[in-house]
C-alpha cells in the first residue's frame, strides 16, 4: 500500500549511503535502506551488525559520517531527536520506556501535558484521548485509571506506542520492542504493529531473531559487520534463506544483494 500524497509515491524514507565509524570501527559501512507508508521493514543481522547504529543516526541520536537522509523524497535535515521528531520520527525501545508511578494518560503526556486556559493540568481532555488512542491501537485496554507498573509488558509496551502515535509519528522505529516481554505479550505487539500498518505508518522493526519479525514484515533487511547484505520481500524468501543472509551473507536468488553480499 503506497500513500498517494508523497510525490511520485516516493519512500517515505530512504537512507541512503550511510557510513559512520566509531575510533577505527566502521559500525555502518555505506548502508542503504527504505521503507514505505503503512510497510514493516524488519532490519536484521547478528548482535553487533550495526542495526542500533543505523537507526540512531534516523533518529537523530548519532550524527551519520557520509550519506542522506531523505523523507518523502526530500532531504531531511536531522541532527538530533528534535528535528526527527519533527518529520514524525518516533523511537520504541527494548527497555519500556514509561514512567511506572503514574497512569497511561499521565505517560502519554509526559513532558508535553495538555493545560487549560488557567495553566492548571486539564487532565480531563490528556484522559479523552489517552482513551481515544488506545482505543485505535488497543480495544481492550480498560486500565486508564491505574498506575503503568500495574500494567503486563505488553500493556506498558501499547502505552509507548500510544505516546509516539500520539504526537503524529508517520515514523516509527522500533529496536526489539519485545526483548523484555513473554509471548502472550509479544504477540500482543504484533497486533499493535498491524493496527499501525492501517494507519499507514511505516515501520522499521529491529530484531536479531528472524523468528519475532519474519511474519510482522512485509521486507527484510539484512546487514552484517556494518554492511547491507542484501534485501528482501517475505513473501519471496524462507526464513531458513534469511538466516543464510544473516549467518553467511548469503543472498538468495529473489532478494537484492547489498554492498555486504557474500561474493561467489
Ligand atoms: N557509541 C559507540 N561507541 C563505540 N562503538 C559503538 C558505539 N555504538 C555502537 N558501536 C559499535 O558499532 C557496532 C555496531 O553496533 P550496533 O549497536 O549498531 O549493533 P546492533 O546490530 O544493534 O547489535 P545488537 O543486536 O547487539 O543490538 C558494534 O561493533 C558496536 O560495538
Ligand atoms: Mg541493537
Avoid: C
Wanted: glycine letters at 10%; aromatic letters at 4%.
Amino acid at each position: 500500500m503506497t500513500d498517494q500524497r508523497t510525490p511520485q509515491n516516493a519512500p517515505l524514507v530512504e537512507l541512503k549511503n550511510i557510513s559512520i565509524s566509531f575510533g577505527g570501527i566502521h559500525a555502518v559501512d555505506n548502508a542503504s535502506v527504505d521503507l514505505y507508508p503503512g510497510e514493516v521493514v524488519a532490519l536484521l543481522g547478528h548482535n553487533g551488525a550495526g542495526k542500533s547504529t543505523l537507526i540512531k543516526i534516523l533518529s537523530g541520536a548519532y550524527k551519520r559520517d557520509s550519506g542522506e537522509i531523505l523523507i518523502n523524497g526530500e532531504p531531511a535535515d536531522i541532527r538530533n531527536p528534535r528535528d526527527a521528531k519533527k518529520y514524525g520520527i518516533e523511537t520504541i525501545y527494548q527497555t519500556l520506556a514509561v514512567a511506572d508511578n503514574v497512569d497511561a494518560a499521565a505517560n502519554l503526556y509526559l513532558g508535553r501535558e495538555l493545560r487549560t486556559p488557567w495553566g492548571t493540568l486539564d487532565d480531563v481532555a490528556m484522559e479523552a484521548s489517552a482513551r481515544e488512542v488506545m482505543g485505535r491501537l488497543n480495544p481492550n485496554f480498560r486500565r486508564f485509571k491505574e498506575p503503568v507498573k500495574a500494567l503486563s509488558g505488553g500493556q506498558r509496551q501499547s502505552v509507548a506506542i500510544a505516546r509516539a502515535i500520539l504526537f503524529n509519528a508517520r515514523i516509527l522505529i522500533m529496536d526489539e520492542p519485545t526483548a523484555a516481554l513473554g509471548p502472550q505479550e509479544t504477540a500482543q505487539v504484533g497486533e499493535l504493529i498491524k493496527q499501525l500498518k492501517k494507519e499507514g505508518i511505516g515501520i522499521f522493526l529491529i530484531s536479531h531473531d528472524i523468528h519475532d519479525v519474519f511474519d510482522l514484515a512485509d521486507r527484510v533487511s539484512v546487514m552484517k559487520n556494518g554492511q547491507v547484505v542484501g534485501h528482501a520481500r517475505t513473501e519471496d524468501v524462507t526464513k531458513d534463506e534469511v538466516l543464510g543472509m544473516i549467518i553467511l551473507g548469503k543472498v538468495p536468488p529473489k532478494a537484492i544483494p547489498g554492498p555486504g553480499a557474500m561474493q561467489v
